[in-house]
């Protein structure tokens, strides 16, 4: 999905969100119904599998990288079947990368493709709509839509130098080379049981779609063999052009609310 539209996307979630809060205003059983309640807290834990979005030549996906997030979730009734759902997200996420690079051989850089392991920290805060049905035996079943705004603070990487028989350097902290803010478009759906009362358990399943380039630097240049350009100043040769990737990921969603 390109820039446009996920700017329109996210003009038309907007829409649709001021759309429901008017006709909340309207809405007596909302107003009067004492089992409907305005708000509601939970709790949730969401097992992920993510990649990186590359969009540029010479840097190609090396594959899915498991995470996780937690977190507080507090959800605002529009109307009886239809909630603002926001909080914040403790989300370990990150990717894989292979492209040509340079290794730093005791002050002598060489090149050699690299296999690159992006893990990275944000403090997300979501904002979504979700849509319910009405409760079936002890069931409701739910569609969710919106957005997720990530803070980085804290972002680590392992490196595999393949050309150089397969040397690792692990944790390195690569916290300079990726953005600080992140943004995600998500849809989800899932089902809620009701225990008792108030107290619901949840599982769902939701797609996060990478708004915004996570990575920031320059390409390396290549020679003609496609390995990484050294000067004759012994330092490596980069282009004008930026790394682009995006942030993508499944999630698998399990939470209580109360």
């Known amino acids: 999905m390109n820039f446009k539209a996920k700017l329109l996307t996210l003009t038309l979630f907007g829409t649709l969100f001021f759309n429901l809060s008017a006709q909340d205003n309207n809405d007596p059983e909302v107003k009067f119904n004492k089992d409907v309640p305005s708000f509601r807290f939970g709790l949730h834990f969401s097992p992920n599998i ?16 498991f995470g996780f997030a937690y977190g507080l979730s507090t959800e605002f009734f529009l109307a009886k079947n239809y909630l603002i759902s926001t909080g914040f997200n403790i989300n370990n996420v990150g990717g894989k990368m292979i492209y040509e690079g340079v290794f730093d051989n005791s002050g002598v850089l060489v090149p050699s493709e690299i296999k690159q392991e992006i893990n990275t920290k944000y403090i997300d805060i979501p904002l979504m709509l979700k849509l319910r049905t009405n409760e079936i035996g002890y069931m409701t079943y739910y569609g969710t839509f919106g957005f997720l705004a990530g803070i980085k603070y804290n972002s680590k990487a392992d490196y595999e130098y393949v050309d150089q028989s397969g040397i690792k350097k692990t944790d390195v902290d690569n916290g300079s080379d990726i953005t ?4 995600n478009l998500v849809i989800g759906a899932g089902a809620e049981y009701n225990l008792s009362g108030n107290t619901n358990i949840m599982f769902g399943v939701s797609y996060h779609n990478g708004f915004i380039d996570i990575l920031k630097g320059k390409t390396n240049a290549l020679s003609p063999l496609g ?10 040769v980069y282009t004008d052009k930026e790394i682009e990737s995006t942030l993508n990921y499944f999630s698998i969603d399990l939470g209580i609310y109360f």
């Open 50 to 65: 993510a990649w990186l979005g590359l969009n540029t030549t010479g840097y190609d996906n090396n594959g899915t990288r």
């Open 180 to 183: 600080l803010f992140n943004m």
């Open 227 to 236: 390995k990484a350009l050294i000067g004759s100043d012994g330092k490596a």
